[in-house]
């Protein structure tokens, strides 16, 4: 037992070298080669309000006259990490990327210890599966808040499960603080907390009702009045009580909501709305899930070509791995609705616009799923070379 935990660590250690040495090699080049491939369209978003709450305590944007635009689109977490290490610590942008890159190989130690908890011989392959993800890679040598988020998405993940194995309250809270945190990052996960409550309730309704019903509640009550907090911000500042109205603004710019109205008038469409409406879903379905991921930021033929001709493949072994995993544990259905949860929102909120990067926040999920479905599948495929 000490040799094989011995054995594990060893190889474990191995993963993680080679993940964070491939990484580092990808950023080294971009510093060098194209130095601006860091900076997308939506870093300026983050960067200035983060960097004016630090320097002068104030989450907002200053128009040319200096009038001041509180702002509410973005939610303080990312901005603030920009912020703290540019301004208060001094740090580069660059030394900000490679900050991501050590905080996103620690979440793929986090996968690794979640993965254990659930069953030890998985735990190997999930953390494998994740730190050599090529959207987990690419959106932590990116200035966008996809990174910083999946790193607080895989500790809440660890702590959820440990919950759903001990029912201990205070786990369930200290998960529930995680959540709050990494939906200040980015408010996607905002009605997570209504599906993970009911998740509770659900799962221990049949055994303890009564117990279901008050963690269900303690779990609402510390979500919702934590991230209130930003809503009434919100409202004192602009008189708008929402969390963040960037869910609002993609739905009405890029949404399915409405889309075969907006299209109808400058394409040539034929089909009937309930036609159309189950062709784009399955098509952003399809993009969610499937599209490898790549590199072309950095500006360089064969690092993009290397990145496709690596990542189809890749989709396809974890595919595998989480179509033949047994869902028969509330543990499983845990990390399989979650996943679906981020599809949903992801492919009705954005549309054809969904991309791999927005699969990177819930590769921590996905990985412990495609492991424990290899661990199926690979013994088929054993005796079928064996025949």
């Known amino acids: 037992m000490l040799s094989r935990l011995n054995r594990d660590n060893k190889i474990l250690i191995l993963i993680i070298i080679a993940s964070l040495a491939i990484k580092l090699a990808i950023f080294g080049y971009g510093m060098v080669k194209m130095p601006s491939y860091k900076f997308m369209p939506d870093t300026p978003t983050y960067a200035e309000p983060g960097i004016n709450l630090v320097e002068k305590g104030i989450f907002a944007t200053f128009t040319e006259d200096g009038t001041v635009k509180y702002e509410v689109i973005r939610t303080p977490g990312y901005p603030l990490f920009l912020g703290f290490f540019n301004k208060s610590m001094g740090l580069s942008f660059d030394a900000i990327i490679a900050i991501q890159l050590l905080l996103i190989t620690f979440a793929g130690y986090v996968v690794y210890k979640a993965a254990y908890e659930l069953d030890k011989k998985i735990a190997l392959l999930a953390a494998f599966i994740f730190l050599f993800d090529l959207p987990v890679t690419m959106t932590s040598l990116l200035l966008l808040s996809e990174s910083l988020y999946t790193v607080f998405m895989a500790i809440f993940m660890y702590l959820f499960l440990k919950y759903l194995k001990t029912r201990n309250i205070y786990i369930l809270i200290s998960s529930a603080v995680l959540l709050i945190m990494a939906t200040y990052i980015r408010p996607i996960s905002y009605y997570l907390g209504l599906c993970i409550a ?61 889309k075969y109205a907006r299209e109808i008038r400058s394409k040539d469409i034929k089909t009937t709305p309930a036609l159309y409406y189950t062709g784009q879903a399955a098509e952003c379905i399809n993009i969610f899930f499937t599209r490898p991921g790549t590199l072309k930021y950095l500006r360089s033929v064969p690092i993009k070509v290397l990145s496709k001709v690596f990542g189809y493949p890749w989709v396809v072994f974890w595919i595998a791995g989480l179509f033949f995993a047994r869902y028969n544990k509330v543990t499983h259905l845990f990390l399989l609705f979650t996943i679906l949860y981020f599809m949903a929102v992801s492919v009705v909120g954005v549309g054809l616009c969904v991309g791999s990067r927005f699969r990177a926040p819930v590769m921590p999920l996905i990985s412990i799923l495609s492991a424990s479905g290899w661990m199926v599948l690979y013994p088929k495929i054993k005796s079928l070379i064996r025949k």
């Open 198 to 258: 009911g998740g509770v309730l659900f799962s221990l309704m049949t055994s303890d009702f009564k117990k279901a019903l008050a963690h269900c509640l303690i779990f609402l009550m510390v979500f919702y009045s934590l991230t209130g907090v930003w809503s009434y911000r919100n409202y004192i500042r602009t008189g708008t009580a929402e969390f963040s109205p960037i869910g609002k603004m993609d739905l009405q710019n890029m949404g399915l909501t409405h």
